[in-house]
């Protein structure tokens, strides 16, 4: 019988060759432990592209040489699969496909959420382990801010999908405009939760954010009170000075349970 081995856990530093179209892609990998011809394997990887060749013969098809950088767990691309989300990458690109545009536009589809537009949970996590290791470091604090919006089910059974997503979109939009330096993170954490990383804040910075954020969010006419049906805003945060006993997912679980 055959099986399924996933291997978006484990550890890449090799080079390996693959050809597109991605419908016949044939690509040589090492890996460690047993393995039978028939099985399938998950290969969901971050690549960086270090060499493009065009075929003369046949312009639709290159050859390209990827420097295996990271996997990136399934979770967190936008699409179920994640050769087909590259694949429409590549599609958009056509003629103008370059190593650097390839490696911006492939990143900014794994990373960024679909309907929102801000960060997705992948890349929340990311960034919250790299602002951990930082703030660990500098004995700064670090805070986080989780904005659960109850009603939003209801909301899209009276309107339809399309005007949640429009709500989606509006309220990440919202929430991107209360930060405005390059280390603050707006993300899509679940969905209808939204989460803002704020590394070197202490918790007056967060109440600062807090406030111009419920200032923006009374202005839209989905969070008014007087909304039918009515969509409300829950707030949970946290802030932290990082130490060597401490993980990062104690961040979360401590903002997640003060969410109210």
């Known amino acids: 019988m055959s099986k399924t081995h996933d291997f978006t856990n484990i550890v890449w530093g090799e080079e390996f060759d693959i050809e597109a179209p991605f419908e016949d892609v044939q690509v040589t990998v090492t890996g460690q432990g047993s393995i039978e011809s028939g099985d399938h394997i998950v290969l969901c990887i971050k690549c960086h592209v270090d060499e493009v060749q065009y075929y003369s013969n046949a312009p639709e098809i290159w050859r390209a040489k990827f420097s295996v950088e990271e996997?990136?767990?399934?979770?967190?691309?936008?699409?179920?699969?994640?050769?087909?989300?590259?694949?429409?990458?590549?599609?958009?690109?056509?003629?103008?496909?370059?190593?650097?545009?390839?490696?911006?536009?492939?990143?900014?589809?794994?990373?960024t959420d679909r309907i929102s537009q801000v960060a997705n949970r992948g890349r929340f996590e990311s960034r919250l382990a790299e602002a951990w290791k930082q703030m660990r470091r500098d004995k700064a604090p670090i805070s986080l801010i989780f904005c659960s919006f109850?009603?939003?089910?209801?909301?899209?059974?009276?309107?339809?999908?399309?005007?949640?997503?429009?709500?989606?979109?509006?309220?990440?939009?919202?929430?991107q405009s209360c930060v405005n330096r390059p280390s603050d993170v707006v993300a899509r954490y679940q969905d209808h939760l939204f989460a803002i990383l704020l590394p070197n804040t202490p918790e007056t910075g967060v109440q600062s954010?807090?406030?111009l954020m419920r200032s923006q969010f009374s202005t839209l006419p989905y969070l008014s009170a007087n909304s039918q049906p009515a969509v409300t805003l829950h707030l949970g945060t946290a802030t932290v000075i990082p130490n060597a006993n401490q993980e990062s997912n104690s961040l979360i679980q401590a903002a997640a349970k003060s969410i109210a």
Request: aromatic content about 6%; proline content about 3%.
């Open 209 to 211: 954010v807090i406030q």
């Open 71 to 111: 996997p990136i767990s399934l979770d967190n691309v936008v699409e179920k699969n994640p050769l087909q989300t590259l694949q429409k990458v590549i599609a958009q690109l056509g003629d103008s496909l370059n190593q650097k545009e390839l490696y911006q536009r492939v990143e900014k589809a794994f990373t």
């Open 150 to 175: 109850n009603g939003l089910t209801a909301y899209q059974e009276v309107y339809g999908v399309q005007a949640l997503e429009q709500c989606l979109q509006s309220i990440a939009e919202t929430l």
